[in-house]
């Protein structure tokens, strides 16, 4: 069996039959001029390296479909993955209870089928919290790891690949949990969201308890407000203030290491208002801030490398083995691009946040509502509008021959932008046009943008 891994952990064992019994659905459904050509049979035992050739093959194959917007998006694709992931944890159907934390440290206890998929379970929990239903879009499901003083890092957003009661329960660590949080960055749409009872609610906890985290930055004076504010429960007043300090609405990430402006730099950093935001640490210890904007990204890519086995059994199940770097390509001045690197298990995360800035910031050029962006039901299946593609984090295959290759270096790959008027980065780093996620945004950056 090969080992399939999605954003850098172990989702399920495929065999090569079983990926060769989705390529003819696929075919079926989509059309051969449609779906990526699928690496022939072979009728005598395949020698070791004709069996790393195989499994290179059938990474691209996987890549391939991913990353298409309507074989990657489908139903077909996504249930076998599913699929694939629950026969490999050994979870058979069956009823059972998921505790869902809510940023207030509060759990939400929902009945569901360990068969659910990502939107099951978040209607699930909207359900039980009473959430109208035009307010389910705009918040998420993440994977979160609870230290014991309470504070947690984030993981990665649960996807629509995945079942969430398998993905918590395979990694046999109660320090993992899932986490219901806002999943927009633009602060104007928290006007929506406080139009409900619940969602008010919701929106208030996760701003309290991003403040208490030290999340976001309140000085003494507004602190004083704050307290007044919540002793009078004044929740939209509340927000509202919150909506004016510094870093509201960001996602901090755990410490990590970055090469800028340096190599072996470290940095917090902070995903929110359309940017990366950089609290480096520097070799002379002095600490400086900065920003990188989304849309002077002309792209980025994550690379990992993924160990051929899954460590030896008495490992702890929530440690990385896999060594992640999320990496952009950045407009530095007019006619200067640079790439920056960061280091960090959270590099699939960060590379979502990306993600999910660029496709508001398309979704509020063309016009459209942030309701559209979100996955509605049509005829019982997910589908999402042609205004947001999900992040394409493409399934990474192990060698069977767990002796072949110590290590496999591998990247995501999709299709880059064109860039005009700018000569490409000459950096040592930089990597072929179908090796990085494209940024649409920076198609459109102006004069004013530098």
Same mark, same amino acid.
């Not at 009661?165 to 929506?192: C, G, M």
């Given at each position: 069996?090969?080992?399939?891994?999605?954003?850098?952990?172990?989702?399920?064992?495929?065999?090569?039959?079983?990926?060769?019994?989705?390529?003819?659905?696929?075919?079926?459904?989509?059309?051969?001029?449609?779906?990526?050509?699928?690496?022939?049979?072979?009728?005598?035992?395949?020698?070791?390296?004709?069996?790393?050739?195989?499994?290179?093959?059938?990474?691209?194959?996987?890549?391939?479909?991913?990353?298409?917007?309507?074989?990657?998006?489908?139903?077909?694709?996504?249930?076998?993955?599913?699929?694939?992931?629950?026969?490999?944890?050994?979870?058979?159907?069956?009823?059972?209870?998921?505790?869902?934390?809510?940023?207030?440290?509060?759990?939400?206890?929902?009945?569901?089928?360990?068969?659910?998929?990502?939107?099951?379970?978040?209607?699930?929990?909207?359900?039980?919290?009473?959430?109208?239903?035009?307010?389910?879009?705009?918040?998420?499901?993440?994977?979160?790891?609870?230290?014991?003083?309470?504070?947690?890092?984030?993981?990665?957003?649960?996807?629509?690949?995945?079942?969430?009661?398998?993905?918590?329960?395979?990694?046999?660590?109660?320090?993992?949990?899932?986490?219901?949080?806002?999943?927009?960055?633009?602060?104007?749409?928290?006007?929506?969201?406080?139009?409900?009872?619940?969602?008010?609610?919701?929106?208030?906890?996760?701003?309290?308890?991003?403040?208490?985290?030290?999340?976001?930055?309140?000085?003494?004076?507004?602190?004083?407000?704050?307290?007044?504010?919540?002793?009078?429960?004044?929740?939209?007043?509340?927000?509202?203030?919150?909506?004016?300090?510094?870093?509201?609405?960001?996602?901090?990430?755990?410490?990590?290491?970055?090469?800028?402006?340096?190599?072996?730099?470290?940095?917090?950093?902070?995903?929110?208002?359309?940017?990366?935001?950089?609290?480096?640490?520097?070799?002379?210890?002095?600490?400086?801030?900065?920003?990188?904007?989304?849309?002077?990204?002309?792209?980025? +890519?994550?690379? @990992?490398?993924?160990?051929?086995?899954?460590? =030896?059994?008495?490992? /702890? $199940?929530?440690? *990385?083995?896999?060594?992640?770097?999320?990496?952009?390509?950045?407009?530095?001045?007019?006619?200067?691009?640079?790439?920056?690197?960061?280091?960090?298990?959270?590099?699939?995360?960060?590379?979502?946040?990306?993600?999910?800035?660029?496709?508001?910031?398309?979704?509020?050029?063309?016009?459209?509502?942030?309701?559209?962006?979100?996955?509605?039901?049509?005829?019982?299946?997910?589908? +999402?509008?042609? @205004?947001?593609?999900?992040?394409?984090?493409? =399934?990474?295959?192990? /060698? $069977?021959?767990? *002796?072949?290759?110590?290590?496999?270096?591998?990247?995501?790959?999709?299709?880059?932008?064109?860039?005009?008027?700018?000569?490409?980065?000459?950096?040592?780093?930089?990597?072929?046009?179908?090796?990085?996620?494209?940024?649409?945004?920076?198609?459109?950056?102006?004069?004013?943008?530098?």
């Amino acid at each position: 069996a090969y080992n399939i891994h999605v954003n850098g952990v172990l989702h399920c064992r495929v065999r090569y039959s079983q990926l060769l019994g989705l390529h003819e659905q696929l075919r079926k459904e989509y059309g051969a001029n449609v779906v990526p050509a699928f690496p022939p049979k072979k009728i005598f035992t395949l020698t070791p390296a004709e069996v790393e050739q195989r499994r290179e093959q059938l990474e691209k194959y996987m890549q391939a479909v991913r990353q298409d917007p309507t074989l990657g998006g489908s139903e077909t694709f996504n249930s076998f993955l599913r699929k694939a992931q629950q026969e490999t944890q050994q979870i058979p159907t069956e009823e059972v209870v998921l505790e869902v934390l809510l940023s207030n440290g509060q759990k939400v206890k929902v009945t569901i089928l360990t068969s659910d998929q990502t939107e099951d379970v978040l209607e699930a929990v909207a359900s039980k919290l009473d959430l109208p239903d035009d307010l389910v879009g705009y918040f998420s499901l993440f994977l979160v790891r609870q230290s014991k003083d309470g504070a947690f890092s984030f993981v990665r957003k649960l996807q629509e690949f995945e079942l969430p009661y398998v993905s918590v329960t395979s990694l046999h660590n109660p320090e993992f949990q899932i986490i219901l949080r806002k999943s927009y960055w633009d602060s104007a749409y928290d006007d929506d969201v406080m139009e409900h009872r619940v969602g008010l609610n919701l929106l208030y906890a996760q701003t309290v308890s991003d403040i208490e985290h030290g999340w976001i930055l309140v000085n003494k004076e507004q602190h004083r407000q704050l307290k007044s504010l919540q002793e009078k429960v004044s929740k939209k007043e509340f927000i509202r203030l919150a909506q004016t300090l510094k870093y509201y609405g960001y996602l901090k990430f755990d410490p990590c290491v970055t090469d800028f402006p340096e190599k072996g730099c470290q940095v917090v950093v902070s995903a929110g208002n359309n940017e990366l935001n950089f609290q480096v640490r520097l070799p002379n210890e002095q600490i400086k801030e900065g920003s990188f904007k989304v849309t002077r990204m002309r792209c980025w +890519r994550v690379t @990992s490398s993924v160990p051929m086995n899954n460590g =030896p059994s008495g490992s /702890s $199940p929530g440690k *990385s083995e896999v060594k992640l770097e999320l990496a952009f390509e950045y407009l530095m001045s007019k006619d200067r691009l640079q790439w920056v690197t960061i280091t960090s298990p959270q590099a699939i995360m960060l590379s979502i946040c990306l993600q999910s800035m660029v496709d508001e910031l398309m979704v509020k050029k063309s016009g459209g509502s942030i309701r559209k962006m979100f996955r509605r039901r049509v005829n019982g299946a997910l589908r +999402r509008s042609d @205004s947001q593609q999900a992040v394409k984090s493409p =399934p990474l295959l192990d /060698s $069977p021959d767990a *002796s072949w290759e110590p290590m496999a270096k591998l990247s995501s790959k999709l299709t880059s932008v064109s860039l005009r008027g700018i000569s490409h980065s000459s950096s040592a780093n930089d990597v072929g046009a179908n090796d990085f996620h494209g940024n649409y945004a920076f198609e459109g950056i102006g004069d004013e943008d530098l």
